[in-house]
């Protein structure tokens, strides 16, 4: 290394996100909507009533509400039983 190097300032920039422009390319604008819709949900996983088993939800972050769920709640509802196995929901037998 240089002992003789010298530090200076450096100019700074302010940069601002481009704005789509009006009546562009129907794609650019779709894609744009797809981005903002899919922006809008989040993936939440939770620990299952059991060990080893999780819960996926999507989210919708400006309502909080829950859009789908993994198992579904009746599902998790059984897991919560003591006696419920996989499989357990249907009676095969004939």
């Not at 650019?28 to 939770?46: N, P």
């Not at 897991?79 to 037998?93: C, K």
């Amino acid at each position: 290394m240089q002992s003789n190097a010298k530090i200076g300032a450096v100019a700074a920039y302010d940069v601002q996100a481009a704005s789509a422009p009006t009546g562009g390319d129907f794609h650019d604008s779709r894609t744009q909507q797809d981005a903002d819709e899919a922006a809008r949900y989040r993936l939440v996983i939770e620990e299952g009533p059991r060990v080893g088993s999780f819960v996926y939800k999507t989210m919708d972050r400006l309502t909080g509400e829950v859009v789908k769920q993994f198992p579904r709640e009746q599902v998790v509802e059984m897991m919560r039983n003591p006696d419920y196995s996989a499989g357990a929901v249907i009676d095969t037998r004939a």
